[in-house]
């Protein structure tokens, strides 16, 4: 069992940028894929990026340009960072992990999730 710890939600102003954290603090990330979804009021939940065990990243559709994706296996953590935040990425934003290669936006394959850190970007 992989317990999943996000960090790093809150209100933002649009514009800002925010860097939301992924741990694990009972299991070794370094051997999973790590993805970030997210999820706003009455909408499917949508890849973000993901970056596999060998620190390849892939991003999708959602945020396109305006997210990174990195890990840090010496802190056996995860990031996401956003930029130029608009109103509608409000959202609740989670990570999941899997040792999986492919898919790697179908939260379908994902075992593993986070509780979730709310995103709220607003004037």
């Known amino acids: 069992q992989v317990q999943l710890v996000e960090s790093g939600g809150g209100l933002v102003h649009p514009g800002d940028s925010l860097r939301l954290s992924c741990s694990a603090p009972?299991?070794?990330?370094?051997?999973?894929?790590i993805a970030w979804f997210r999820q706003a009021p009455g909408k499917e939940r949508e890849g973000v990026p993901a970056?596999?065990?060998?620190?390849?990243?892939w991003y999708g559709d959602s945020m396109k340009g305006r997210n990174t994706v990195a890990r840090d296996n010496t802190k056996n953590a995860a990031y996401l960072n956003l930029y130029g935040l608009k109103p509608e990425d409000t959202a609740i934003y989670y990570c999941?992990?899997?040792?999986?290669?492919?898919?790697?936006?179908?939260?379908?394959?994902?075992?593993?999730w986070g509780q979730g850190a709310q995103v709220t970007v607003s004037s």
């Open positions: 999941a992990a899997d040792t999986l290669d492919f898919g790697l936006m179908n939260p379908a394959n994902y075992k593993y």
């Open positions: 009972t299991s070794r990330l370094e051997y999973y894929t």
């Open positions: 970056i596999s065990a060998s620190d390849s990243p």
